[in-house]
């Protein structure tokens, strides 16, 4: 399981690379939607990103639709890690994702140790990941 969770650092971390020193990070703490995943997820259905997704057997789960996607249908076009305020193990992750065939909601995850390998190991075959990192006014 660790070894799925270091692929897909990897793949965050060489996405950050790829950021030109004119692009930065957005300051989680300064934007209003990023003090709580709560409020990050309501920014995103506002967003239009409506969906939820949950991992199966068979592949990535639209709870709205019931439609499987396989990695190859799926566009993660960005991602937020969200730390516990009590307990610095309580980590999350929030994809929000774009099918082929437009759909567009998010999926929670636990990050670390708890995360549920079965995503990992589907995470690990999408191919498009993104991440914003353009400063944009609110």
């Known amino acids: 399981m660790w070894q799925e969770i270091f692929i897909i650092l990897n793949k965050f971390m060489a996405m950050e690379e ?64 969200f730390e516990g305020l009590s307990d610095p193990d309580d ?12 759909l567009k909601g998010t999926l929670v995850d636990a990050y670390g140790p708890y995360a549920d390998r079965k995503l990992s190991e589907f995470m690990q075959q999408v191919e498009s990941f993104q991440k914003k990192t353009k400063k944009r006014e609110y």
Do not use: A, W
């Open 18 to 81: 790829q950021t030109s020193s004119t692009e930065f990070m957005e300051n989680n703490d300064q934007i209003p939607h990023m003090k709580s995943l709560s409020l990050c997820l309501n920014k995103m259905v506002l967003d239009g990103y409506e969906d939820d997704f949950k991992i199966s057997d068979n592949g990535l789960r639209s709870l709205k639709t019931e439609k499987v996607y396989n990695p190859e249908d799926i566009n993660v076009v960005n991602f937020f890690r």
């Open 91 to 102: 980590n999350t992750i929030m994809y929000v994702i774009e099918t082929n065939d437009g």
